[in-house]
């Protein structure tokens, strides 16, 4: 489901960079010419896309503590988050710093012949041309910014990354909160954490939610039966497309949010698809066999660094060869060669950081067993000064045991 989703988004941002007109939310074109308001959105929809990674996080995170009821699996995978999300991030924000400095950059002479003002700014980043890239802000932004507010300077998909650091660490902490409390406390517990969140963090609504569900279906089995199942995937597939209350989405008009640069009813909505996406999912045999097929295996592989990445790929060889091509033959024609030859591109771009991540998760786990090692090795060692004087007189009496056979039978 991570890698659909991916997909979706470098879907979204390559109509918004190259046809923006088609999205039908874009100002200064015809809407009524666009798919908003038409299930078929659904297909590109990258608001909906994100919200449905951060509903996943919320309910596959969790589910390791459920499964077991052990806190050493809730503090081992807090430990090792930040460590997580790091690695691709800071190598993201370091080939796009290159492709800055190497004059590698074509999005603004795309955006002139497109008319897409998104593309022009960078995906919003820099409404001025006076950006000045710098090596040391790349790696800032890479390590620590992107972690602790929505830094966007040289990817813009890095805004997602505080969001999804942060909520990691509230799902934790409702997963300790609710496992084993009475559902009525574990009710007002997630109820507490939304209200908390609207005004706080509306995105973490997507992780609560999440977390809400893994622990329904963890502890209470909640699981649609066979036809609810398809109704639920069927909706939720419905409710993923809505962007605007139009169209076939127009009874949703009481829920549109006007005011602020927040759209809580694209948050609630989105959010809701992603839960009934993952409800249909559970009781559907032949889905779920499709979804853990090797093809579909491979797009969860890449999906992180196809999302971190395909920016960049976008701005610099998709812009290069779309203002190579464009005077030699049609647009349609422009398009469908730069959408093969981009779509080529972010796969094997996916694929090689893919590698270089699980490298990076291998040392992260040989780094986290080590430590684990360690504080239990001095926990014996704090153990061995303190223990009850009955025992120091057993060791005297057994001189010739050796210290693992005397932590052993301690233990």
């Known amino acids: 489901m991570r890698g659909i989703a991916a997909l979706v988004v470098v879907a979204w941002h390559f109509m918004w960079a190259f046809d923006p007109g088609r999205l039908g939310i874009v100002q200064g074109f015809d809407s009524a010419k666009g798919l908003v308001g038409s299930v078929a959105l659904a297909a590109i929809d990258g608001p ?21 009821g052990s806190t050493e699996v809730v503090a081992r995978a807090a430990a090792k988050r930040w460590f997580r999300l790091v690695g691709l991030s800071f190598l993201a924000t370091l080939l796009s710093y290159l492709l800055f400095r190497f004059g590698l950059y074509h999005h603004r002479d795309v955006a002139e012949f497109t008319q897409s003002e ?7 980043s820099h409404p001025e041309s006076d950006f000045v890239p710098s090596l040391r802000g790349a790696m800032t932004e890479g390590i620590f910014l992107a972690f602790l507010r929505e830094p966007d300077s040289y990817v813009p998909m890095l805004w997602t990354m505080h969001h999804e650091f942060i909520g990691s660490f509230v799902t934790f902490f409702l997963a300790l909160m609710i496992w084993r409390a009475h559902f009525a406390v574990a009710l007002w517990f997630l109820a507490c954490a939304t209200v908390v969140a609207q005004f706080t963090d509306p995105w973490l609504l997507g992780f609560i939610m999440g977390t809400g569900l893994a622990w329904l279906v963890s502890r209470y089995g909640v699981r649609p039966p066979g036809v609810m199942a398809f109704v639920c995937l069927g909706f939720g597939v419905f409710l993923f497309g809505y962007l605007e209350p139009t169209g076939a989405y127009a009874l949703f008009a009481t829920l549109r949010d006007s005011g602020g640069a927040v759209r809580y ?4 909505v989105h959010t809701a698809s992603g839960m009934l996406i993952i409800l249909g999912l559970l009781r559907n045999e032949w889905l779920s066999m499709l979804l853990t097929a090797p093809v579909s295996r491979f797009l969860g592989r890449i999906s992180f660094p196809v999302y971190l990445f395909h920016f960049p790929l976008l701005c610099s060889l998709a812009c290069g060869l779309f203002i190579i091509l464009r005077p030699a033959m049609s647009h349609g024609a422009t398009l469908a060669i730069v959408a093969m030859a981009y779509g080529a591109s ?4 996916g694929y090689l950081f893919a590698r270089v991540d699980e490298a990076w998760l291998r040392w992260i786990n040989v780094f986290a067993d080590s430590m684990n090692g360690l504080i239990q090795l001095q926990v014996l060692s704090h153990n061995d000064h303190t223990t009850h004087p009955k025992r120091q007189h057993d060791r005297v009496s057994r001189p010739d045991e050796s210290i693992q056979n005397r932590r052993t039978r301690e233990l």
């Open 346 to 349: 972010v796969f094997v771009i």
């Open 48 to 68: 909906a896309a994100v919200m449905l990674f951060f509903v996943l996080s919320g309910f596959v995170l969790p589910l390791g503590y459920f499964r077991s």
């Open 265 to 268: 009813d694209r948050i609630g």
């Open 118 to 124: 998104w593309l022009g700014t960078f995906g919003g």
